[in-house]
T-cell receptor, first 112, second 115 residues
Framework: EADIYQTPRYLVIGTGKKITLECSQTMGHDKMYWYQQDPGMELHLIHYSYGVNSTEKGDLSSESTVSRIRTEHFPLTLESARPSHTSQYLC???????????FGPGTRLLVL | GNSVTQMEGPVTLSEEAFLTINCTYTATGYPSLFWYVQYPGEGLQLLLKATKADDKGSNKGFEATYRKETTSFHLEKGSVQVSDSAVYFCALSGVGSGNTGKLIFGQGTTLQVKP
């Protein structure tokens, strides 16, 4: 069983606020990922990291930013939230079996 | 480019019915193939995977066989339960130079099982 955590699970916030979505894993995995999941359930990769101090943009352009200062921690930040950012955000990680990704429970974000 | 196509949902079945969710892929090289499941209000969980042609992945009564000749990885279960109601994602990985670990997902198929 994978140990990957996301907080908060649900967030309702007003337009213009700065928010940080937390993601932590206790498995020592090098690779971590952020996905945005739209209401139709489709998943879009928005950021990924291959290790400490490594971050890359994903396939879907996003106004969010990420950092990877510690192996276990991969937070996502929105400097100024907008209603178009309303979505579910899923964090994942992978280790030695680099093809298998383990997902956190997700954060549901609603921007009013 | 590389892509995964799943049958559109929702798929609605009665309990104990046979399930097939179709998945086909387009890829260069030899990808690994996965099925993930997402239960309501949760993240994705790996259901099964296959890493080479003719491999069969299986878990919890679900099966899928990696068919290179038809570029398919259809998910099957002989007798579904209400608890199988979820969204199922087909995915591929390991394509292209340097295995980056990035997954390419299909659009997801919602399964509803009625008692």
């Amino acid at each position: 069983e994978a140990d990957i955590y996301q907080t908060p699970r649900y967030l309702v916030i007003g337009t213009g606020k700065k928010i940080t979505l937390e993601c932590s894993q206790t498995m020592g995995h090098d690779k971590m990922y952020w996905y945005q999941q739209d209401p139709g359930m489709e998943l879009h990769l928005i950021h990924y990291s291959y290790g400490v101090n490594s971050t890359e943009k994903g396939d879907l352009s996003s106004e969010s930013t990420v950092s990877r200062i510690r192996t276990e921690h991969f937070p996502l930040t929105l400097e100024s939230a907008r209603p178009s950012h309303t979505s579910q955000y899923l964090c994942a990680s992978s280790g030695l079996d680099k093809e298998t990704q383990y997902f956190g429970p997700g954060t549901r974000l609603l921007v009013l | 480019g590389n892509s995964v196509t799943q049958m559109e949902g929702p798929v609605t079945l009665s309990e104990e019915a046979f399930l097939t969710i179709n998945c086909t892929y387009t890829a260069t090289g030899y990808p690994s193939l996965f099925w993930y499941v997402q239960y309501p209000g949760e993240g994705l969980q790996l259901l099964l995977k296959a890493t080479k042609a003719d491999d069969k992945g299986s878990n919890k009564g679900f099966e899928a066989t990696y068919r290179k000749e038809t570029t398919s990885f259809h998910l099957e279960k002989g007798s579904v339960q209400v608890s199988d109601s979820a969204v199922y994602f087909c995915a591929l990985s390991g394509v292209g130079s340097g295995n980056t670990g990035k997954l390419i997902f299909g659009q997801g198929t919602t399964l509803q099982v009625k008692p």
